[in-house]
C-alpha cells in the first residue's frame, strides 16, 4: 500500500470535538497534516448541523490534511474517505456481503449505519483549497439509541475478538494516505470504480430527500463528478447532495 504521507499522530483521553481540535489546529497555518484519536468525545458533531452521539469503547478520529490538489476535487474527499474506512473495516474484520457504503460516506450494515464521516474545508480567496478535516465516527462496540434511526455496530455482525479503536484508526490512516494519493495523481476514475464495488448495489429503489425537493426512484451509481444518479418516472436526475433512504434488501438475494 502506498503510503507516502506523514502524519503527526495525536491521541487524548477526551476532547470536546476531534474536528473543532483540528480546525483549530489549522488555523495555526503550521501546515502538519494531523490523525487525531480520543476515547471520548464530550461534544461531537454529526453532519447537517445533527449532534453525533458516541458510546464509549467506539472510535472518535479527525485528520487535518493540506492538499496539493485543487479545490474542484473537493467533492472526491468524502468518497476517498468512505473507501478507507470500509477498506480498514474489511481488513480487520473481514468481509461481509452486506456491508456497503452509503452515498456518499456511511458506512451501513443490513441497512444500520455503523459510521459516519463529517468533512469539513476552508478555501482561501480566490479559490484555492487550504485544508480540509475528515472526521469519522464508527460504532464499535454499541450502537447508540436514537429515535428514528437505525444504528448498528461492528459487534452486530463480527464473531471473532473487536480490533482496537487505535488499531482501526491506525489502519484507517494507512488507507487514506494511499486513497489521498491517487486524487492527488488525478485517479478520479478509479476512485469512481473502486467507490461503486463497495457502494450501495445499482437497481435500489431510493427516496432522496435534496434541499425541500424529494425524488423516489431507481439507483443508477454515480457519474464522473461523484453525483448520485437517479432514475425517476420522468428524467434521470443528477443529484450532488442530499440524504438518501433505501428499504433494504440483501446482496445475496
Same mark, same amino acid.
Given at each position: 500500500?502506498?503510503?507516502?504521507?506523514?502524519w503527526?499522530?495525536?491521541? &487524548?483521553?477526551?476532547?470536546?470535538?476531534?474536528?473543532? &481540535?483540528?480546525?483549530? %489546529?489549522?488555523?495555526?497555518?503550521?501546515?502538519?497534516?494531523?490523525a487525531v484519536?480520543?476515547?471520548?468525545q464530550?461534544?461531537?458533531?454529526?453532519s447537517?448541523g445533527?449532534?453525533?452521539?458516541?458510546?464509549?469503547?467506539?472510535?472518535a478520529?479527525?485528520f487535518?490534511?493540506?492538499?496539493?490538489?485543487?479545490?474542484?476535487?473537493i467533492?472526491?474527499?468524502?468518497?476517498?474517505?468512505?473507501?478507507?474506512?470500509?477498506?480498514?473495516?474489511?481488513?480487520l474484520?473481514?468481509?461481509?456481503?452486506?456491508?456497503?457504503?452509503?452515498?456518499?460516506?456511511?458506512?451501513?450494515?443490513?441497512?444500520?449505519?455503523?459510521?459516519?464521516i463529517?468533512?469539513?474545508?476552508?478555501?482561501? &480567496?480566490?479559490?484555492?483549497?487550504?485544508w480540509?478535516?475528515?472526521?469519522?465516527g464508527?460504532?464499535?462496540?454499541?450502537?447508540p439509541?436514537?429515535?428514528?434511526?437505525?444504528?448498528?455496530?461492528?459487534?452486530?455482525f463480527?464473531?471473532?475478538?473487536?480490533?482496537?479503536?487505535?488499531?482501526?484508526?491506525?489502519?484507517?490512516?494507512?488507507?487514506?494516505? &494511499?486513497?489521498i494519493?491517487r486524487?492527488?495523481?488525478?485517479?478520479? %476514475?478509479?476512485?469512481?470504480?473502486?467507490?461503486l %464495488?463497495?457502494?450501495?448495489?445499482?437497481?435500489?429503489?431510493?427516496?432522496?430527500?435534496?434541499?425541500?425537493e424529494?425524488?423516489?426512484?431507481?439507483?443508477?451509481?454515480?457519474?464522473e463528478k461523484?453525483?448520485?444518479?437517479? %432514475?425517476?418516472?420522468?428524467?434521470?436526475?443528477?443529484?450532488?447532495?442530499?440524504?438518501?433512504?433505501?428499504?433494504?434488501?440483501?446482496?445475496?438475494?
Open positions: 500500500m502506498d503510503n507516502k504521507i506523514t503527526q499522530v495525536e491521541h &487524548y483521553p477526551t476532547l470536546p470535538s476531534t474536528n473543532d &481540535y483540528c480546525i483549530e %489546529q489549522a488555523r495555526l497555518k503550521e501546515k502538519i497534516n494531523l484519536l480520543t476515547d471520548s464530550t461534544a461531537p458533531r454529526g447537517r445533527r449532534e453525533w452521539v458516541e458510546p464509549t469503547g467506539n472510535l478520529l479527525s487535518l490534511y493540506w492538499p496539493s490538489f485543487s479545490v474542484e476535487k467533492g472526491w474527499v468524502p468518497f476517498i474517505s468512505s473507501l478507507a474506512l470500509f477498506d480498514a473495516v474489511t481488513e474484520c473481514g468481509t461481509y456481503s452486506d456491508l456497503y457504503i452509503k452515498w456518499p460516506n456511511d458506512l451501513l450494515f443490513q441497512n444500520k449505519k455503523i459510521a459516519g463529517l468533512i469539513e474545508s476552508h478555501v482561501e &480567496y480566490p479559490n484555492v483549497l487550504e480540509f478535516v475528515i472526521g469519522i464508527l460504532n464499535i462496540c454499541s450502537a439509541m436514537v429515535e428514528g434511526r437505525e444504528l448498528g455496530c461492528l459487534r452486530d463480527v464473531s471473532d475478538e473487536l480490533p482496537s479503536p487505535l488499531l482501526i484508526a491506525d489502519k484507517i490512516r494507512q488507507y487514506l494516505s &494511499y486513497w494519493s486524487l492527488d495523481q488525478g485517479q478520479e %476514475q478509479f476512485i469512481r470504480e473502486s467507490w %464495488q463497495k457502494g450501495l448495489p445499482l437497481g435500489r429503489s431510493l427516496t432522496v430527500t435534496s434541499g425541500n424529494k425524488y423516489i426512484g431507481i439507483y443508477k451509481g454515480i457519474d461523484g453525483f448520485l444518479l437517479l %432514475q425517476t418516472e420522468t428524467s434521470l436526475k443528477h443529484l450532488s447532495a442530499g440524504e438518501l433512504f433505501c428499504l433494504y434488501e440483501s446482496r445475496n438475494e
